[in-house]
């Protein structure tokens, strides 16, 4: 996969938001579509550290939420375990919510595609990685499994 099929994941995903007009199942289907991209994508991207002066504009959270709940008016909220390998059976239990997943995911994807058009492509792809591991990485986890329950939980 090289840099243009990592733009064309984010793309993507951001477009869904934006610009996909179909049905709930629809919707759903190429959500879990444009995350697994994305998340393959990763796994792809590398990039040096650059040292810029510039940095993206804060993102308007709250657009890309209302985004979100009127692509899945559905989503809600699910558990997530506080640890995962540790303190197995007694761990407390925290509470997600989908729609913040894909508005957390799709502010720090737009900060990417400002830096790729203002920036440079390995600053965007640096902040693509970066992104992933320390913050978007784990909503996009997070929300895969929220969508395998929808569809298979009892």
Same mark, same amino acid.
């Given at each position: 996969?090289?840099?243009?099929?990592?733009?064309?994941?984010?793309? =993507?995903? *951001?477009? /869904?938001?934006? =610009?996909?007009?179909?049905?709930?199942?629809?919707?759903?289907?190429?959500?879990?579509?444009?995350?697994?991209?994305?998340?393959?994508?990763?796994?792809?991207?590398?990039?040096?550290?650059?040292?810029?002066?510039?940095?993206?504009?804060?993102?308007?959270?709250?657009?890309?939420?209302?985004?979100?709940?009127?692509?899945?008016?559905?989503?809600?909220?699910?558990?997530?375990?506080?640890?995962?390998?540790?303190?197995?059976?007694?761990?407390?239990?925290?509470?997600?919510?989908? /729609?913040?997943?894909?508005?957390?995911?799709?502010?720090?994807?737009?900060? #990417? #595609?400002?830096?790729?058009?203002?920036?440079?492509?390995?600053?965007? /792809?640096?902040?693509?990685?970066?992104?992933?591991?320390?913050?978007?990485?784990?909503?996009?986890?997070? *929300?895969?499994?929220?969508?395998?329950?929808?569809?298979?939980?009892?």
């Amino acid at each position: 996969m090289n840099s243009q099929a990592i733009r064309a994941s984010i793309n =993507n995903f *951001l477009d /869904l938001l934006e =610009n996909y007009q179909g049905d709930l199942h629809a919707n759903m289907h190429a959500l879990e579509l444009a995350l697994d991209q994305l998340a393959l994508a990763y796994h792809f991207s590398s990039a040096e550290f650059e040292d810029t002066e510039l940095n993206p504009p804060t993102q308007d959270y709250e657009r890309w939420r209302k985004l979100a709940v009127e692509r899945f008016p559905q989503f809600g909220f699910y558990n997530i375990p506080s640890r995962i390998t540790s303190q197995v059976m007694e761990t407390e239990m925290q509470v997600g919510d989908a /729609l913040d997943d894909i508005a957390d995911i799709a502010c720090d994807l737009a900060e #990417v #595609v400002w830096c790729w058009e203002h920036i440079s492509e390995p600053d965007a /792809l640096w902040r693509f990685r970066f992104g992933y591991e320390q913050h978007w990485g784990e909503h996009l986890r997070q *929300l895969q499994l929220y969508l395998y329950a929808l569809r298979h939980e009892a």
